[in-house]
C-alpha cells in the first residue's frame, strides 16, 4: 500500500537560513509526488511535482525537490527562508484510482520563520 | 488562484442533520476528488467523479455521496452527520485522467457538527 511519511511535524528556520522539509514514501509503483502549501484558512497550492524525467524538479517561490529513488525520498527546499514561506506543507503520492489518480498525503509539517 | 470555488465556506450543523457541500471546478476538467482534512491532519480522500460517475473511493461509509454535473459543478452529501464529521472539506478537479495529472484544489468548506 502506498503512504507517506513526513518527518518533524514543525520545522523552525530563521529569515534567510536554508528551509528542508523531510518526505519518504512507500509505494508499490513508479511514483508521482507532489509538494503542496496550505495557509491559514485556506486550500492546497501546488508546490510541484514530480512524475518523469529529471530528479530534481524546481516549483513556485524558490523551491525545489529532488527524488531519490534508492532512498524513497522526495525531500523540499528552499536556499533562503522568507517571513511569507510560513505555512503547511504536505507531501503526497499519487496512485492510480479507476481512471485517473487519488491524492495520499502526509500528516503535514508546519513551517515557522523567524525574523 | 485556481479557478475551483466551493461553497458554503463555513457552516453548522447539529448531529443527525444532513448537508449539501458544492464545488464549481475549472472549465473542462473532467475529473473531480473530494478530501476530509480533520484539524491538523493531511486530506483524506473520499471519492473521486469521473464524467459523472464514481471513480474510486476512500474509506468513507455510504453516507457520504456525491453527484458530478455535466456544467464542471459537483455535490458532496453527507447523511446522519456526526461529531467526528467536523472537518474542512476539499475538492479538487483535474483536466484529463491519469495519477500524473496535477489536482487543483479549492478554498475548502468548513463544517462543524455540534
Known amino acids: 500500500a502506498q503512504s507517506v511519511t513526513q518527518l518533524g511535524s514543525h520545522v523552525s528556520v530563521s529569515e534567510g537560513a536554508l528551509v528542508l522539509l523531510r518526505c519518504n514514501y512507500s509505494s508499490s509503483v513508479p511514483p508521482y509526488l507532489f509538494w503542496y502549501v496550505q495557509y491559514p484558512n485556506q486550500g492546497l497550492q501546488l508546490l510541484l511535482k514530480?512524475?518523469?524525467?529529471?530528479?530534481l524538479v524546481k516549483g513556485i517561490n524558490g523551491f525545489e525537490a529532488e527524488f531519490k529513488k534508492s532512498e524513497t525520498s522526495f525531500h523540499l527546499t528552499k536556499p533562503s527562508a522568507h517571513m511569507s514561506d510560513a505555512a503547511e506543507y504536505f507531501c503526497?503520492?499519487?496512485?492510480?484510482?479507476?481512471?485517473?489518480?487519488?491524492?495520499?498525503f502526509g500528516q503535514g509539517t508546519t513551517l515557522q520563520v523567524k525574523p | 488562484e485556481t479557478g475551483v470555488t466551493q461553497s458554503p465556506t463555513h457552516l453548522i450543523k447539529t448531529r443527525g442533520q444532513q448537508v449539501t457541500l458544492r464545488c464549481s471546478s475549472q472549465?473542462?476538467?473532467?475529473?473531480v476528488s473530494w478530501y476530509q482534512q480533520a484539524l491538523g491532519q493531511g486530506p483524506q480522500f473520499i471519492f473521486q467523479?469521473?464524467?459523472?460517475?464514481?471513480?474510486g473511493r476512500g474509506n468513507f461509509p455510504p453516507r457520504f455521496s456525491g453527484l458530478q454535473f455535466p456544467n464542471y459543478s459537483s455535490e458532496l452529501n453527507v447523511n446522519a452527520l456526526e461529531l467526528d464529521d467536523s472537518a474542512l472539506y476539499l475538492c479538487?478537479?483535474?483536466?484529463?485522467?491519469?495519477?500524473?495529472?496535477?489536482?487543483?484544489f479549492g478554498p475548502g468548506t468548513r463544517l462543524l457538527v455540534l
Open positions: 472549465s473542462g476538467h473532467n475529473t
Open positions: 503526497a503520492v499519487s496512485v492510480p484510482s479507476g481512471n485517473t489518480g487519488k491524492l495520499i
Open positions: 514530480y512524475t518523469t524525467g529529471a530528479t
Open positions: 479538487a478537479s483535474s483536466l484529463i485522467s491519469g495519477p500524473q495529472e496535477t489536482q487543483y
Open positions: 467523479y469521473y464524467r459523472e460517475e464514481e471513480n
